[in-house]
Structures are given as C-alpha cells and as structure tokens.
C-alpha cells in the first residue's frame, strides 16, 4: 500500500526531545502516512526562526500540504515567527500551561530546558551510576557484584538482555545486569550456580523462534547457532528452566524496548529514577 507524505517540524530552544516523544506518541496514532521528520533544536533567536519559516513555506509549496509543527518553543517571539508560517501549528506550552497556571494560581517560570536539565541533579547522578553498572556488568560481567543490581536479566543469546539493560539504566536509573544461558548450561535444569544466591532479581526475556531465527541470521548467517532447529531448541529449554525455577519471564517478540522495560518495572515493583 502507498503511503501519503507528509512532513513535520519538531521545534524547540533546547533538546527538542520532549516535542519529538510527544509529537510521535500522537502521530503514530495516524496509519497510512510516510512522515518526513524536521527536528530543529536549539531555535532560540528570531534570526534563527526565519530560516525555520523559509524552509516551512518552501515544504508547503512543494507537498501541497502544509506541513505539522509541533512545538516546545518558549520565547513568544520565536514562536509568533513561525506561527506566521504555512503551517498547522501544535504548541504544548500553550496549550497545556494555562489551565496549570488557573490551577496553581501562579505564572510559568518560562525557563528552557528545564525537563532535560541537571535541577534533578540527585536523579541525574542516579543515572549516570546506573549507566556505569550497566556497562560493567554486561553479558555475565563481575558476577559477584550482582547483589548490588536492582534487577538482573537472564536470557539466551540475542533475547534483548542488553539493550534492555541499556535502556533501564539510562532512562529510570535501574542498576541492570545480564546474564546470558548458553548452550553449555542446557545439560541440566538447574541455574548457573552463580545466579543461585540473586534469584530473587531476575527477570528472563525470550521470543518466538522465528524471530531469534531472524536475528541470529543477521549476525551469522547459514550457522547451526542461527538454524532453526537451535533456536528452537534453547527457547523451549529456557522457558522450561524459567518454569522449573520460578522466575518471571516476558514474551518480547511483539513488543517495543520501551514496553519491555516498563512492564519490568510494573512486575518487580521497582521505582523510576526520573526526578529526585
């Protein structure tokens, strides 16, 4: 099926994260379209603002369609630039900081960056420490140091244990080991005997075989450890070793690392490091 084009502009005077995750959590709720993404960051003088309109007008003229903006933009005269362009505008200060304001009775302070910032300095720190552990304690790393993690993923070779990790780390400040189950460990049903005494922090990741099939392809392609039949066989001893030992285990093959990670943290009870 051919998709429609359309463009949009993500702007903003600092990062622009928050206008992209925004703008993407609303857009992906629209089928059928092929989005061209625009992310300008760091628009914070009217001189800036008018390239930014050019290039808008110019999107307009060439698609026939003018194109989407979402905005995080904070100096009012920045923005009223390129309200004046060819395009739908979306602006989440305006249209979520008013009715706070009438809540709270007080003003905006109208200061950028602030969400991305270092004022939670406390929560910042946390992750940066959880990103270190992370990266030290990768694929079965310093295993005597994993009474120290908040929770330790367990799974065999290209299950997601680590970008999983990753993400844990750098987004909520989860201190996130892993711990790969190789081919070596499938004689028997027993843990690793490393794991025995961090039982209660780990967390198994496994997927359809089709899927491993295809991601262990792209790595060694034609391999007995990409066949099928291996695939097959770790993944059904895996989650027999998960049942055996009682160790909760999500299903990851139709689901994103972000939802992985959240649900994780939902099934362990284990609390976000996202502001001090």
């Not at 990062?15 to 300008?40: M, P, Y």
Request: proline share 5%.
């Amino acid at each position: 099926m051919t998709k429609h084009q359309r463009t949009v502009f993500y702007l903003s005077d600092r990062t622009g994260i928050t206008a992209e995750t925004l703008g993407h959590s609303l857009l992906t709720q629209f089928d059928g379209i092929q989005w061209e993404i625009i992310s300008v960051p760091f628009l914070d003088d009217i001189e800036k603002a008018k390239v930014v309109s050019v290039q808008i007008n110019q999107v307009a003229d060439r698609e026939g369609n003018r194109p989407l903006v979402f905005s995080t933009l904070l100096n009012p005269e920045v923005l009223e630039v390129i309200k004046q362009s060819n395009c739908r505008i979306f602006d989440f200060f305006e249209t979520f900081i008013c009715p706070i304001e009438e809540e709270l009775h007080q003003p905006f302070a109208r200061m950028a960056g602030r969400s991305h910032g270092l004022q939670h300095h406390l929560s910042y720190f946390k992750r940066i420490a959880a990103i270190n552990y992370v990266l030290a304690h990768d694929d079965g790393v310093s295993p005597k140091q994993f009474a120290e993690a908040d929770i330790i993923l367990v799974g065999i070779s290209r299950s997601g244990k680590t970008p999983t990790c990753l993400y844990l780390g750098l987004q909520y400040g989860i201190a996130a080991a892993n711990y790969p189950l190789t081919p070596d460990d499938m004689h028997t049903k027993a843990l690793p005997p490393v794991l025995v005494n961090v039982k209660n922090k780990l967390f198994g990741l496994t997927l359809n075989v089709a899927q491993l099939h295809s991601i262990r392809s792209e790595r060694r392609p034609n391999s007995q450890y990409a066949s099928l039949v291996q695939c097959e066989k770790e993944i059904r001893w895996q989650e027999s070793l998960f049942h055996e030992c009682n160790i909760p285990y999500l299903d990851t093959t139709h689901i994103s690392i972000e939802e992985i990670s959240a649900i994780i943290l939902t099934r362990r009870g284990l609390r976000r490091q996202l502001y001090g």
